[in-house]
């Protein structure tokens, strides 16, 4: 059994900045990778970022130069930190990762978190 917890959305008006956490728990002996994903209303999920074993880290164009994904291995935690924020950065953002397990690896995503940019 494991789990991803996400925290850390929420309002925030134009050019603001928020920081998007990721937690895996449960029987885990390593993370391949770890991504971040948005979904706007009425749109398909998207990837946004995300980052390797070895911290490779890749970025939607969109957000290229105003979002970091980073992590910390020994807490199994990614984080989004999101800077300038725009009002079409609206969405639900979700956590996936790559888990190398007692079961083997599987993949596993988080419940999402709201964040919503708007005066």
């Known amino acids: 059994q494991v789990e991803l917890v996400e925290s850390g959305g929420g309002l925030m008006q134009p050019g603001g900045s928020l920081r998007l956490s990721c937690t895996a728990s449960?029987?885990?002996?390593?993370?391949?990778?770890m991504d971040w994903y948005r979904q706007a209303p009425g749109k398909e999920r998207d990837l946004v970022a995300n980052?390797?074993?070895?911290?490779?880290?890749n970025y939607a164009d969109s957000v290229k130069g105003r979002f970091t994904i980073s992590k910390n291995d020994a807490k199994n935690t990614v984080y989004l930190q999101m800077n300038s924020l725009k009002p079409e950065d609206t969405a639900v953002y979700y956590c996936?990762?790559?888990?190398?397990?007692?079961?083997?690896?599987?993949?596993?995503w988080g419940q999402g978190t709201l964040v919503t940019v708007s005066s």
């Open positions: 449960g029987s885990i002996f390593s993370i391949n990778a």
């Open positions: 980052i390797t074993r070895s911290s490779t880290t």
């Open positions: 996936y990762a790559e888990l190398v397990t007692t079961r083997g690896i599987l993949g596993a």
